[in-house]
């Protein structure tokens, strides 16, 4: 997160003494990134952090790859991934390659049993359908329709959903997601030119604290496997913290659009950037007002990044026959464009009520078993007339 946040109580002074009421000590923990040189908070214990108990155990969730070198366009309906009780077995990669993963999630049931951290990415979790509440041991978000979660690596989570009609689209990113350099000024600060500002970004403003000992599962993953940690203390018994390393939730309806006369290029939309993919929003918004503008998006021959378009909500203009849950995959080095006729129909439009999400990634993407469980292997044919 690029800017300060202070939650409960704190001392005065880093690294010194800090009391409870009857004397004891509260324990500190330094959480940082790359190395000592990237974000980090300071936050203060009930108990030591430490205290492993029992490793139980550990499995894989690697990606099953079906196809390692892809020149396919595919269209994945997304709403096909059947709803699955457990968080963690609801996600399905669907797009692999060794900087991210890109993830299809319909839980039902909150997390109840057990706590997840994920220590090798950040993970970036956009809400397309459900209402709950973010849980973490630096504080809870609550979350709706339209939410980006930004949860980093190593934060304790857990999801609780008010029903069980959730579906979620979650990049895991092996690169730190921050938001683009380019709207930050040297202090860190969004410039005026960006397309949100701090306002937008939402901290956590709740902690629950428990000071309990018993067993405590965490579900670690690390390197594709996920270990069944037993922990002697409750994960979530921090009084305090302050720092800049914590979850925060930006809402896309929030993401105010760049326009101009002619069609604006994408990074107009950039919203988040990693230094192997960009995210970026696709919100409603006026077309481009040149007398003879054409709104829909040229021809373009992305040569050295895969797109992934995952649609949200509204009539998508540039493509026939796309609904909400679809995910589109172009991948690098062949040109994409408009399908026949939406060129020609988007002539005179003066608005788009189209929401969407990209990720560009400068790798190019595996396609996995799940994806070609709800793939449509005919798409790459559809600019055929
Ligand atoms: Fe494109």
Same mark, same amino acid.
């Given at each position: ?290 007398? #003879? =503008? @054409? ?11 895969? %797109?992934? +378009?995952?649609?949200? !909500?509204? *009539? ?38 189209? #929401? =969407? @999400? ?11 078993? %799940?994806? +070609?469980?709800?793939? !449509?292997? *005919? ?7």
């Amino acid at each position: 997160m690029p800017f300060y946040h202070k939650l409960g109580e704190i001392p005065p002074k880093r690294h010194t003494q800090f009391k409870k009421p009857d004397g004891s000590f509260y324990y500190e923990q330094l959480f940082g990134t790359i190395g000592f040189d990237g974000m980090s908070t300071n936050s203060y214990h009930e108990q030591r952090p430490t205290q492993v108990k029992e490793i139980k155990g550990n499995y894989s969730v690697a990606p099953k790859i079906a196809k390692a070198n892809n020149m396919q366009s595919y269209r994945l309906h997304g709403f096909k991934v059947k709803p699955e009780n457990d968080y963690l077995q609801s996600r399905k990669i669907v797009l692999s390659n060794s900087d991210c993963n890109i993830i299809l999630s319909a839980p039902k049931s909150s997390t109840k049993d057990y706590f997840y951290k994920n220590t090798d990415a950040d993970e970036l979790i956009f809400i397309h359908k459900g209402t709950g509440k973010l849980r973490t041991h630096l504080g809870n978000l609550d979350f709706k329709y339209g939410d980006y979660l930004l949860v980093p690596r190593g934060i304790i989570y857990k999801l609780d959903f008010d029903t069980e009609d959730n579906r979620l689209f979650i990049v895991e990113s092996y690169r730190p997601i921050y938001t683009p350099k380019r709207y930050r000024n040297w202090f860190g600060q969004l410039l005026e030119h960006s397309p949100f500002c701090e306002r937008d970004l939402r901290q956590p403003q709740e902690l629950e604290t428990y000071n309990e000992s018993g067993d405590f599962l965490i579900k670690v993953k690390k390197q594709d496997e996920i270990f069944d940690m037993i922990y002697a203390s409750h994960p979530f018994d921090v009084v305090g913290y302050d720092g800049y390393n914590y979850p925060y939730a930006f809402s896309i309806h929030d993401f105010e659009p760049i326009t101009g006369r002619v069609h604006q290029p994408p990074p107009v939309h950039q919203t988040f950037e990693t230094d192997a993919f960009v995210v970026c929003s696709f919100v409603p918004r006026l077309y481009d007002y040149h007398p #003879l =503008a @054409v709104p829909a998006p040229y021809n373009h021959s992305n040569i050295d990044s895969d %797109e992934v +378009l995952y649609y949200v !909500d509204g *009539d998508f203009m540039s493509r026939n026959d796309i609904d909400k849950g679809h995910i589109s995959l172009h991948p690098a080095g062949i040109p994409h464009g408009p399908h026949p006729g939406a060129m020609e129909r988007s002539i005179g439009k003066v608005k788009t009520d189209e #929401l =969407a @999400v990209m990720v560009d990634t400068f790798k190019p993407l595996k396609v996995t078993e %799940e994806a +070609l469980k709800i793939a !449509d292997e *005919d798409y790459y044919k559809s600019w055929l007339e």
